[in-house]
């Protein structure tokens, strides 16, 4: 989720290209870079940190040229430091490079690379396109070419910027599953990640598709297909004022992060499965760790405690390996028990929640292995951990998580059928739920389809006076996270629990007007489930049920029933109704006239403990 941005025409492009980042500062960046042409050679300039490191290099008298493209760069592969910064060269600086995305099989190309003699300054997987693209790129050859002979070694998502020494008024670009916008001028063109970058100098804006190029120059843009098929130009007119662009069209960040969960499903899985469908986690601990390990600790806070709650049903279920789940702020002070072949995994979004880090500062003085998933790469817990796992859900702004915690529990999901595939677990067969992951993005857009029929039930839902959030088995943990929810941006009161423990003392609460929101995600649950929905019911309850739609029982049982796609697994059904509890928290926060990305009291992070 990187920014990128780029201009060609007679403006002074450096000072576009900085405009145009600092429009784009909103998706969180680790270091940025910029590339131009002066004199004859491409000029790269890079810095580690905010923005302004870089602009400062300039001041107030950047040189005057007219093309120049920038990033900055929130880090997938390799610490955010000067060298890793985006633009990188080819080995004979013909070529500079810029990319959002990942490059599955960069380390087999680097491999033969190396092989040939090349030598790499980063540990990027960029750098390796920048070497593919400056090979190619001959005398004669022109650059869109060279770029095109490329793309077809690369496997992944990308948006790849590309210019060069001997063509100083070209900038091609290539998008396969990573965002790039195009914007036209008059005698200029632009280039960025995101529409926000370009509104303030046009609204003739082209969103590049998927398996496309284009050439940028002052007078004209050109697209192809990658097999060199020319595309005509679909040129929009965006009339969204500027705040309303940086959040996608939509309302609010929030409702933006929801809509972006299947493409966080993506690259979340990028670069993790190989060919034959089994899991690649070259960044976790070895397989002499896995046997060694006899039980795993989990500790966050919040909504990452959630996520821990579905680690722990995965770890025991599937692994059958002891788990507790902590909240951070009890671990430190409830002297854990934790032994040499403990495991303790910190589950942050952030990296910087004190609670969670101070954990992980015990962990480290009682010197049990520490692994660490975390969304910020380069964050305290990201860089103090063992290992790290990345759950690439790219920057969250809204203070209610929501694609983080998609994101957290796939990597666990990730995580554990990796060590199932280690450790040879009979009876789990990683490759059947490899393939259910890679349609999962899929189904997750067809949950998010159902948001017109979960908008009426919040408008029903605005003024109850307490909303139950039950299920059992994998569904009680889910619904610790829809009532998180609704707490935090709707402020509607809420009980949670086990659907099963109602009846020892929360169904006192249950009267007219009280609803419960219920999900239903595994069959063997479900007999004893529905009892605990009549009882509700008996007492003056609305019932508002989430199930998979292979099941048909729940028909004349719940008083709402919300479908979602089926698997065959318990675990993905549960995490397909949690966009189901996201938007019914949303859509009864807006009903309600609520701030939603700010709520009350609430801050993203919380450093302080
Ligand atoms: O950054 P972290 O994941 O460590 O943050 C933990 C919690 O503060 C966070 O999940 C909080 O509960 C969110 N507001 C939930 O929406």
């Avoid at 633009?87 to 040939?116: C, M, R, T, W």
């Avoid at 702020?329 to 004190?354: H, K, N």
């Avoid at 003056?540 to 719940?558: C, F, H, K, N």
Wanted: proline share 4%; net charge negative; with cysteine.
């Amino acid at each position: 989720m990187c920014g990128i941005a780029g201009y060609v025409g007679r403006r002074r492009a450096i000072e576009v290209v900085f405009d145009q980042l600092k429009r784009l500062e909103y998706r969180g960046y680790d270091s940025a870079g910029i590339a131009f042409v002066q004199e004859n050679e491409i000029q790269v300039v890079k810095r580690a940190g905010k923005l302004s490191a870089l602009t400062s290099v300039f001041g107030s008298d950047s040189p005057e040229v007219q093309m120049a493209i920038g990033h900055s760069r929130w880090a997938t592969h390799g610490e955010p430091n000067d060298t890793n910064a985006h633009p990188h060269f080819d080995q004979h600086e013909q070529v500079a490079i810029i990319h959002n995305g990942i490059i599955e099989n960069y380390q087999e190309l680097k491999d033969s690379l190396v092989a040939e003699g090349h030598r790499f300054l980063s540990d990027t997987d960029t750098e390796v396109a920048a070497h593919l693209i400056g090979r190619a790129y001959t005398e004669g050859v022109p650059l869109e070419d060279a770029v095109r002979k490329t793309l077809a070694r690369l496997r992944g998502a990308y948006a790849l910027v590309v210019v060069s020494k001997r063509e100083p008024g070209k900038i091609v670009v290539a998008r396969n599953a990573s965002p790039l916008v195009l914007g036209v001028g008059e005698g200029e063109s632009f280039l960025a990640s995101d529409i926000p970058a370009l509104l303030p100098y046009t609204r003739e804006v082209i969103a590049l598709k998927d398996g496309h190029m284009a050439v940028l120059e002052e007078n004209q843009v050109r697209i192809w297909d990658f097999d060199g098929t020319p595309t005509p130009l679909e040129i929009m007119h965006i009339d969204w004022d500027i705040e309303a662009a940086q959040k996608g069209g939509y309302e609010h960040f929030m409702l933006k992060e929801i809509h972006e969960q299947p493409e966080v499903v993506r690259q979340c899985l990028a670069g993790r499965l190989d060919e034959k469908n089994a899991l690649r986690l070259d960044q976790v601990f070895n397989e002499t760790v896995w046997n060694e390990v006899e039980r795993v600790t989990l500790v966050a806070c919040g909504t990452s405690y959630h996520a821990g709650l579905i680690g722990k049903y995965l770890f025991e279920q599937l692994l059958r390996l002891p788990t507790d789940v902590f909240y951070s702020s009890e671990f430190r002070y409830g002297d854990p028990v934790l032994s040499p072949r403990t495991l303790a995994v910190m589950i942050s979004q952030s990296g910087e929640t004190a609670d969670t880090l101070a954990a992980l500062k015990l962990c480290k003085e009682r010197r049990i292995r520490t692994l660490g998933i975390v969304n910020v790469i380069g964050s305290s817990i990201a860089r103090d951990c063992d290992r790290v796992l990345i759950t690439q859900a790219g920057p969250e702004i809204s203070v209610a998580s929501t694609k983080a915690y998609t994101a957290q529990v796939l990597s666990l999901m990730l995580l554990v059928l990796h060590v199932a595939q280690v450790r040879e677990m009979p009876g789990v067969h990683v490759g059947d739920v490899v393939r259910a992951l890679q349609q999962f993005d899929g189904l997750l857009a067809r949950t998010i389809e159902t948001e017109p029929e979960i908008i009426k039930v919040a408008e029903e839902m605005q003024n109850a006076p307490l909303v139950f959030f039950l299920g059992r088995g994998i569904d009680a943990a889910v619904a610790l996270e829809g009532a998180l929810k609704m707490k935090e941006i709707a402020y509607l009161p809420t009980q949670e629990c086990p659907a099963g423990e109602m009846k020892h003392g929360p169904l006192a609460l249950i009267e007219k007007g009280v609803w419960a929101v219920v999900g239903s995600s595994d069959a063997k649950m479900r007999p004893k489930l529905v009892s605990n929905v009549r009882e509700i019911q008996a007492r003056g309850g609305r019932v508002v049920m989430i199930a998979p739609e292979s099941d048909q029982t729940l028909d004349s049982v719940a008083d709402v029933l919300i479908k979602t796609p089926s698997t065959p697994y318990e675990y993905l059904n549960a995490l397909l109704t949690v966009p189901v509890l996201q938007l019914l928290a949303y859509h009864t926060a807006r009903l309600r006239g609520e701030e939603i990305d700010q709520p009350r009291n609430l801050a993203k992070s919380v450093t302080v403990e």
